[in-house]
């Protein structure tokens, strides 16, 4: 059974750092891995999607990159502003376990201070 | 049109009302989906429609039954719901879903939030 954790669970960080966060899962038969953005009481926005075959996708300030035989992802946040702050979630869509199942990772809370 | 509504916004229910949430898309996607969540947890999958049809029910209790009337509009109807049931209901889509294809992004709507009293 596929398990996605996130590290950290929160990060408190001021305004213009560059950040990273980390994604890891279990069993590495993905066919993509998919990064979140949510905001309290919303919906998911998706921010990027990287296909098994890639290594990295940018869009913006933002830069997801992946390593599936290590079972691992990072995205990277350039130049943080407070409004980047919301949770932040990564998603693995599987080879085996059938349809389109998302796993979802325990997601960041992520707080970007002035 | 990229987007995923959801109504209503927000939703509270005793436990012997019968309520129905819905979504919409016009992107011509043709898998849909439901999920709960729970506060400070992540997404969990209730149901998978493709081709309007029922894919994946991942074993939900039958007071929660969903309906696919049409490609664009997904429909869940709550019937005696339990307090544990109060959460933020989130409806996604994504393009055709054969098992094979792998760009499959899934975009989400704004939720339904629920309360059961």
């Known amino acids: 059974k596929q398990e996605v954790t996130q590290i950290p669970a929160a990060l408190s960080v001021p305004e213009g750092e560059n950040l990273v966060l980390n994604c890891s899962f279990t069993d590495s038969a993905i066919y993509n891995l998919q990064w979140f953005r949510q905001d309290p009481g919303k919906g998911l926005t998706s921010l990027l999607l990287i296909q098994s075959s890639q290594r990295e996708q940018t869009s913006g300030r933002l830069n997801a990159s992946l390593d599936k035989s290590s079972g691992r992802s990072t995205l990277y946040i350039a130049a943080s502003q407070p409004g980047d702050s919301a949770t932040y979630l990564c998603?693995?869509?599987?080879?085996?376990?059938?349809?389109?199942?998302?796993?979802f990772g325990t997601g960041t809370q992520l707080k970007v201070e002035l | 049109d990229t987007e995923v509504t959801q109504t209503p916004k927000h939703l509270v229910m005793g436990m012997t009302n019968k309520k129905s949430l819905k979504c919409e898309q016009h992107m011509g996607h043709r898998a849909m989906y439901w999920y709960k969540q729970k506060a400070k947890k992540p997404p969990e999958l209730m149901f998978v429609y493709s081709y309007e049809k029922l894919s994946i029910n991942e074993s939900v209790p039958s007071r929660f039954s969903p309906e696919c009337p049409n490609s664009s509009l997904l429909n869940l109807h709550l019937h005696a719901l339990q307090p544990e049931d109060s959460a933020l209901y989130l409806c996604a889509s994504s393009q055709a879903p054969p098992d094979r294809l792998a760009y499959n992004e899934q975009f989400f709507g704004p939720g339904t939030r629920l309360t059961v009293l």
């Open positions: 998603a693995v869509k599987g080879l085996t376990g059938g349809g389109n199942k998302l796993t």
